[in-house]
């Protein structure tokens, strides 16, 4: 029993990250129709910047929002260069994987390629049912909770919600109405790196990030993803738990060099149903 909650707690806390990751995909897509590959940079850049704030002496807290508010940032510069002109999605697409790969070289250039983790919130470890978790695990599922709601808060009953979400239905007639798309382009940008650099400042205390992390941190929060079709946040939620607990209890209860094949298994089923699900909706 404790060996399960033990798997089942690291998995849920796995799940929120991989959560986040998602909904800065879904808000990107749905604004935007443009699946942001550059969505794993922010999560290590934001986890790295804070680690070299936290060296240079700032406190937590500040180290951490500093790393956030600079991920979002960053998610801005990308959505400038995604968005410019008039390219076609699949273009800006392109961009954002050559964007990503882009990160990967100044990350290496300027943290060269060891994994690098700093320590998080101290204390004895809590027990329950048997199982021994670490504090850090209860902030990640804390943080992530209050994140996702204040975001589905501001989405669904702010102004600038709803003109994020005329933007994504109607393009035309939401310029019509005076909202400046191209603005709520880049604010999805935005949003979606802050999404990342929280996921990131979150995951370094528990999991050591190495300058190409982002490969597999995009392909996990993009299969929570697509588990909402790309454009439910609360459905990305439940994809980024299943793959969470999935690969936990794979890794527990198997091998944890069979996590990785398992939760790409997952994703090549979740692609198939997602494509099925398409050619459904284009022939009604």
Do not use: C
């Not at 809590?126 to 804390?142: C, E, K, M, N, W």
């Amino acid at each position: 029993m404790s060996a399960f909650m033990q798997y089942l707690v690291t998995g849920v806390a796995r799940g929120f990250l991989f959560a986040l990751l998602a909904t800065g995909f879904v808000i990107t897509y749905r604004v935007t129709k443009v699946v942001n590959f550059a969505q794993g940079a922010y999560a290590v850049l934001g986890g790295f910047i804070a680690y070299s704030l936290l060296r240079a002496g700032l406190p937590h807290g500040v180290s951490e929002a500093a790393a956030v508010l600079a991920a979002a940032l960053i998610g801005l510069l990308f959505g400038s260069i995604a968005l410019l002109g008039n390219m076609t999605p699949i273009a800006s697409l392109i961009t954002t994987i050559g964007l990503a790969l882009l990160s990967e070289a100044v990350t290496m250039l300027l943290w060269n390629t060891t994994p690098l983790t700093y320590s998080g919130i101290g204390g004895r470890d809590l027990v329950f049912l048997g199982a021994s978790i670490q504090r850090q695990y209860l902030l990640v599922v804390g943080v992530s909770l209050v994140v996702l709601l204040v975001l589905w808060a501001v989405l669904d009953r702010t102004y600038v919600g709803k003109a994020m979400t005329a933007s994504a239905s109607n393009p035309y007639a939401a310029r019509l109405s005076g909202i400046n798309v191209k603005r709520m382009g880049l604010l999805s940008f935005a949003l979606g790196g802050a999404l990342g650099g929280i996921a990131g400042v979150l995951i370094m205390p528990l999991f050591p990030l190495s300058y190409d992390g982002d490969v597999s941190l995009s392909i996990l929060g993009f299969a929570a993803a697509i588990f909402g079709g790309l454009i439910s946040p609360g459905l990305a939620l439940v994809g980024g738990l299943a793959f969470g607990i999935t690969e936990q209890f794979v890794a527990g209860y198997w091998s944890p060099a069979n996590q990785s094949a398992a939760a790409l298994a997952l994703l090549i089923l979740l692609l198939l149903w997602w494509e099925r699900r398409q050619r459904v909706e284009g022939a009604q």
